[in-house]
């Protein structure tokens, strides 16, 4: 199963933007759909999870009350709403399936290029 974000863009601080996760192929109700972040020269962080089959989230502490993941079986897909934007929250952002919520992918997953959040103060 493939995974292609979009959304991303530039954002004044305190505004919103709402990221979308496309999965190309079926998916089981066990998996996990992950967005994690990536600054330049910083690790790869969890921002937050979903589960397939019964939409239970986790979050990370950074972005719990501010951001919300939700997803649309019928088109496939993962969202992630991000509201009141900081200027910390600015990285590229990932899509990714696992097992566990906040799991990363093993060595020489294909990430994709990730979508830019951009957030200017």
């Known amino acids: 199963v493939q995974l292609q974000a979009s959304g991303g863009g530039l954002v004044q601080a305190g505004g919103s933007l709402r990221l979308s996760c496309a999965a190309s192929?079926?998916?089981?109700?066990?998996?996990?759909i992950n967005w994690f972040r990536q600054d330049p020269g910083k690790e790869r962080e969890f921002v937050a999870a979903?589960?397939?089959?019964?939409?239970?989230?986790v979050y990370a502490d950074s972005v719990k009350g501010r951001f919300t993941i939700s997803r649309d079986t019928a088109k496939n897909a993962v969202y992630l709403q991000m509201d009141t934007l900081k200027p910390e929250d600015t990285a590229t952002y990932y899509c990714?399936?696992?097992?566990?919520?906040?799991?990363?992918?093993?060595?020489?997953?294909?990430w994709g290029p990730g979508t830019l959040v951009t957030v200017s103060s």
């Open positions: 990714a399936r696992s097992t566990s919520p906040g799991d990363k992918p093993g060595p020489g997953y294909n």
């Open positions: 192929g079926r998916l089981f109700s066990s998996s996990v």
């Open positions: 979903i589960r397939w089959g019964y939409g239970t989230t």
